[in-house]
Each structure stands twice: as structure tokens, then as C-alpha cells.
């Protein structure tokens, strides 16, 4: 086999990422990183952590864009917000990673922080394969759409790869395609 070509195995799902992620945490405590998703945050239209918050038995959010707007608009009755990993002392069924890691300055200490929790982390991010419709050559060079503050492009390979690298107490137990994005379910 060559040595660049690496197999992932990779479930495909129809499902949207609010509904895959509502399926996962429904009646659970949940940790929601980059909760905020600044700066298009909205609270009245599309926002992860207002649709999900009913079906949660907790929500907390961490993200490091805190503003007291941000508390008043996502704050919900049954969760906390905080802007630093040292202040969160409460334990969780299940941590979300929704479009974030792409956004990671320093993906070790992102997920070695990650690998800390003992409870089931989701990490989804934008697959660069499935939007290729996101990259055009032309004469002067090389147009890309890309959120300004991506670091990343992730394939499920290079997903998968940094997960193992550096969650080693962690399991990755599947991979999935949801509409653009790639998941990844780590036990």
C-alpha cells in the first residue's frame, strides 16, 4: 500500500449537526466549548447552545470571547459560562467541540486539556475535502473561502490523526460526515 494513502473509516449521516449533536446530549451535562461562536453570534436565529439548552439536563459554555452581552444573551437557567479551563470544577456526561478546533491556536494543549475529562468528547469541524467548492486557482494565484480566523483545514484522516497523537488516554470510537463537516466521537 502507499505509504501516503490512509484508510478512515467513516460513517456517512444525513443528519444535521444540530440534530447529531441533540441526539448526544439530550438529558445530559454538557460542557459546549467555543459556545459562543463569535463573531457571528446571534442568539436569535441558528445558535448551537440556545437550541440545544432545553434538552440538557446541564449546559455550561467555555469560549474565550466573554463580554457581559455574551453572558446576558447566552447565558441559559440551566448552566454556567466561563472563559478559563482552570475555573470549571464540575464533571460532565459529555463535552461538544462544535467548529472550533479549526480556530485552535495550539492544537497539543487544546487537546491535551480535552484528554483531562473523563466523560465523552464530540469534536466536529468544517471537512476541507467536502468544500472544495471553498478553493479556486486563478491567474493571479489562489482564492480561498475560509473564516479569517481558521488555523486548520481538517480531513478525516488528519482529524483521526491528531486525536490519537494527542488524546492517548482517550479512544476514538467513530468518525462521521455530516454535510460539509467532519465528527469525530472519542470515548
Known sequence: MDYFLQNVDITRTKLSRLKFISNNVKGKKVLHVGFVDWPITNSKKNNLHLSIAPICEKLDGIDINITPEIVEMLLVPNGNIY???????????????????????????????????????????????????NFKEDINGFVERVHPDHNYWFSPYTLKNVITKYMPNKVLSNMYWIKGSVAAVID
Open 83 to 133: 472563559s478559563s479551563w482552570d475555573d470549571i470544577t464540575d464533571e460532565y456526561d459529555i463535552i461538544i467541540v462544535p467548529e472550533v478546533i479549526e480556530h485552535v491556536g495550539n492544537l497539543e494543549d487544546f487537546l491535551t486539556t480535552l484528554n483531562n475529562f473523563s466523560c465523552q468528547i464530540i469534536i466536529t469541524a468544517p471537512d476541507a475535502y467536502s468544500l472544495n467548492k
